[in-house]
């Protein structure tokens, strides 16, 4: 679908010179002299490389079609992440490095929203929160004062966060999925 440059925004997909790149800036400019345009930073999303593009206000641009269906996580191998979809019962896999460090936080059945374009997946996006369990931290320090001191823990899928004094191990915690930080203590 086309669009003007004037309409993008920051996480669209674009079509762009035979790939497919996400919106991380754009500025739009009036300059005193000559037309306006808009300065976009991009990402590409299968090379993970960056690119400064201006396009001048009247120019037209391709916006990339993608396809979000809700998945329900199965299990992995060493290679790849296995989903099904629960309304037709069918099976994916889909390669590690395109999850990347969020699959640490998978777990069965967690429903989770599949990004793809062209067939094939792009991108994950997990539940804004989830339970995790705390499996190391440090004891509390005398004296600390809870309300801006924070300790490291490790949670049971090895992720590394910071985590208020009065939080142990084996307790279960709320974390933001978005941010990987500690919400709330269950």
Same mark, same amino acid.
């Given at each position: 679908?086309?669009?003007?440059?004037?309409?993008?925004?920051?996480?669209?997909?674009?079509?762009?010179?035979?790939?497919?790149?996400?919106?991380?800036?754009?500025?739009?400019?009036?300059?005193?002299?000559?037309?306006?345009?808009?300065?976009?930073?991009?990402?590409?999303?299968?090379?993970?490389?960056? *690119?400064?593009?201006?396009?001048? !206000?009247?120019? @037209? %641009? =391709?916006?990339?079609?993608?396809?979000?269906? #809700?998945?329900?996580?199965?299990?992995?191998?060493?290679?790849?992440?296995?989903?099904?979809?629960?309304?037709?019962?069918?099976?994916?896999?889909?390669?590690?490095?395109?999850?990347?460090?969020?699959?640490?936080?998978?777990?069965?059945?967690?429903?989770?929203? *599949?990004?793809?374009?062209?067939? !094939?997946?792009? @991108? %994950? =996006?997990?539940?804004?929160?989830?339970?995790? #369990?705390?499996?190391?931290?440090?004891?509390?320090?005398?004296?600390?004062?809870?309300?801006?001191?924070?300790?490291?823990?490790?949670?049971?899928?090895?992720?590394?966060?910071?985590?208020?004094?009065?939080?142990?191990?084996?307790?279960?915690?709320?974390?933001?999925?978005?941010?990987?930080?500690?919400?709330?203590?269950?």
């Amino acid at each position: 679908m086309k669009i003007n440059a004037g309409e993008i925004r920051v996480g669209m997909l674009l079509e762009y010179k035979n790939d497919l790149w996400q919106v991380l800036k754009t500025q739009h400019v009036k300059p005193g002299k000559g037309g306006a345009f808009a300065q976009v930073e991009m990402k590409s999303v299968g090379k993970n490389t960056k *690119l400064n593009e201006r396009f001048r !206000s009247n120019e @037209s %641009i =391709e916006k990339a079609t993608v396809e979000e269906n #809700k998945f329900n996580y199965l299990y992995s191998d060493e290679n790849n992440y296995f989903f099904i979809d629960p309304k037709t019962f069918e099976q994916i896999e889909i390669k590690k490095d395109i999850i990347g460090e969020k699959g640490k936080l998978l777990t069965e059945n967690l429903e989770v929203t *599949l990004s793809f374009y062209n067939g !094939s997946a792009i @991108s %994950i =996006e997990l539940p804004n929160q989830i339970k995790c #369990k705390i499996s190391a931290t440090d004891g509390a320090l005398k004296g600390q004062t809870v309300s801006s001191s924070y300790k490291p823990a490790i949670l049971d899928n090895g992720i590394k966060i910071q985590v208020p004094p009065f939080v142990e191990v084996e307790d279960e915690i709320i974390l933001d999925t978005r941010t990987l930080e500690y919400v709330k203590k269950i």
